[in-house]
């Protein structure tokens, strides 16, 4: 049986029940592209999500990163600058 996890939103809308795995993969890349780059555009983490991932993730990526991505902000992990676009993302300081 897969192992499942149900994602959070920022603005406490309803997340969604996605494999802990493939959760796990995405976001250990969004972390580490983050703290390699400081800040990025949504565009950018992305892409630099789907070359990390490349013909080991069997799924949409922009899908997934969008979820996880979601479910870093609602959890105060990653943070969204604000007055920027387009929409620009580091790591949530502390």
Do not use: C
């Not at 592209?33 to 991932?53: I, Y």
């Not at 105060?76 to 993302?89: F, V, W």
């Amino acid at each position: 049986m897969v192992e499942r996890i149900m994602t959070q939103h920022p603005q406490g809308k309803s997340g969604v029940n996605i494999s802990k795995q493939k959760y796990d993969l995405i976001r250990e890349s969004i972390l580490s592209s983050l703290q390699a780059h400081g800040e990025m555009t949504f565009k950018d983490l992305t892409e630099d999500v789907r070359r990390r991932l490349e013909g080991k993730f069997d799924g949409s990526i922009t899908w997934y990163v969008t979820s996880v991505k979601l479910d870093l902000e609602a959890r105060g992990l990653i943070e969204r600058i604000p007055k920027k676009t387009p929409q620009r993302l580091r790591i949530a300081e502390a």
